[in-house]
């Protein structure tokens, strides 16, 4: 952008924004950032970068995992680069036009990082993380200084301004998350919330402790579901795939999903984009570029009984995945592969199993507590307030309480489909006295 001021939305600041002609690294154009007196105020030492282009991302690499090995929390296991890296293998077109990634450099060194798409959504320009849809939690990266939430909102605003969004969202962003007081304050609209649990396994300190939480009767069942899987055969449960045979065994790992997606009736949007398989079979092989992914199947009698995928990062293991094979649902085959996955977490001294959201009843079993996990939405134009306020808050929720309401087989949704598109009723003529 070439004008000398340029009025930022809803009121917040203006800033002034001139291009600088050194470049940090190859394909990174470094665009100089300088506040107008405002709630956005930033030091005038800091520069404030967008990355437009995949090759500015690459050569953010190495500045990238210092800076989330000085700052980066467990729970940002989606924020790191080689997460990202793999990511827009799969999900940014080919020249990466799409990112938008914000840096903020203070006297040169890179303090922080706000990961973001444009994308087009119903005709507006859209900001938001990368990541979707396979990225659990949405987050900024930023070392601790004094003026985080600061130093945030200018770069959220900056990003605003440089591609001209119509609306931000921000999904999955924790209750913890660095992210949360900056949408609180600027009074982003909630479009939705559910809640991630998680197993504490840091506080219980031994496996035999954890235990303790489980009632006799649980046990007994369990074990009574273990030996109904063994009737089928020896049991076995492959942790170390590696290359070939984790990228198939992940392939596996999404046709069981989906499977079961269908055989429950519902819609996935993450399982009905097949980049989403390619996206996985190679973060779980790659050991180039790891992301603490990890594929491994529980079989009996050489068979495939349920797969799991999970990431590790910093002490926190998240159980991303988990799918059965539709022939053993009587076993129950997942709930020996949780039970095995906490046994192995233990071993490896992680301190969280984090179920992620949604909140369900067989993660609750495990857990020790959850956080709230929300979408925020943020508009800019009139346009993004009209989406915003008419479509996210009120018409995409009554359209998933329709979906959510839909019978699942053939039959009856045929019937419910009658109800829901009602053909005009013919009006009968008054009977004339």
């Excluded at 020896?234 to 999404?254: C, E, F, K, V």
């Excluded at 307030?385 to 699942?408: D, G, M, S």
Aim: proline share 4%; charged share 20%.
């Amino acid at each position: 952008m070439t004008s000398d001021i340029h009025s930022m939305v809803q009121g917040h600041a203006l800033f002034r924004i001139g291009t600088l002609g050194h470049e940090f690294a190859p394909g990174l154009r470094v665009t100089q950032f300088l506040p107008v007196v405002g709630p956005s105020d930033v030091s005038a030492v800091d520069v404030i970068a967008i990355v437009r282009e995949r090759a500015g991302f690459e050569a953010l690499e190495s500045e990238w995992n210092a800076l989330f090995e000085r700052a980066g929390r467990s729970e940002q296991m989606f924020q790191t680069f080689n997460w990202l890296w793999h990511w827009s293998n799969y999900f940014c077109a080919e020249e990466a036009a799409d990112l938008a990634i914000v840096t903020v450099r203070r006297a040169g060194m890179l303090i922080a990082i706000v990961p973001l798409v444009v994308e087009r959504t119903l005709g507006l320009r859209q900001l938001s993380f990368m990541g979707a849809p396979v990225s659990q939690y949405g987050d900024a990266l930023i070392d601790p200084v004094s003026d985080m939430q600061e130093v945030l909102i200018a770069a959220l605003e900056f990003a605003m301004a440089t591609t001209r969004a119509d609306v931000v969202r921000l999904a999955k962003v924790r209750g913890d998350a660095v992210m949360a007081p900056v949408v609180a304050a600027l009074a982003a609209v909630t479009t939705g919330s559910e809640d991630a649990p998680f197993a504490d396994l840091a506080a219980a300190r031994t496996q035999a402790k954890y235990d303790e939480r489980f009632s006799s009767k649980t046990k007994k069942n369990r074990r009574r579901l273990e030996r109904r899987l063994a009737e089928r055969g020896a049991i076995g449960l492959d942790w170390q795939l590696s290359g070939r045979p984790a990228a198939d065994a992940a392939l596996t790992t999404m046709v069981l999903k989906r499977a079961w997606l269908k055989a429950h009736g519902q819609l996935s949007r993450a399982f009905s984009d097949r980049r989403t398989d390619r996206f996985f079979s190679a973060v779980c092989a790659n050991t180039q570029r790891p992301a603490g992914a990890r594929v491994s199947l529980l079989t009996t009698g050489g068979e495939i009984a349920n797969a799991a995928i999970t990431i590790t990062v910093g002490g926190r293991q998240a159980v991303h995945i988990l799918a059965y094979g539709m022939k053993f649902v009587k076993c129950a085959p997942g709930v020996l592969h949780v039970e095995k996955l906490i046994e192995r977490a233990f071993a490896d001294g992680v301190g969280t199993v984090d179920f992620l959201s949604p909140r369900h009843d067989y993660k609750l079993e495990w857990a020790d507590g959850s956080i709230r996990v929300a979408d925020y939405a943020l508009p800019v134009s009139r346009l993004g307030k009209a989406y915003t306020h008419v479509y996210l808050a009120h018409v995409r929720e009554a359209l998933k309480a329709i979906l959510k309401a839909r019978p699942k087989n053939s039959a009856g949704l045929l019937a419910w489909a009658r109800t829901v598109i009602k053909p005009p009723q013919r009006q009968t003529p008054p009977t004339p006295h």
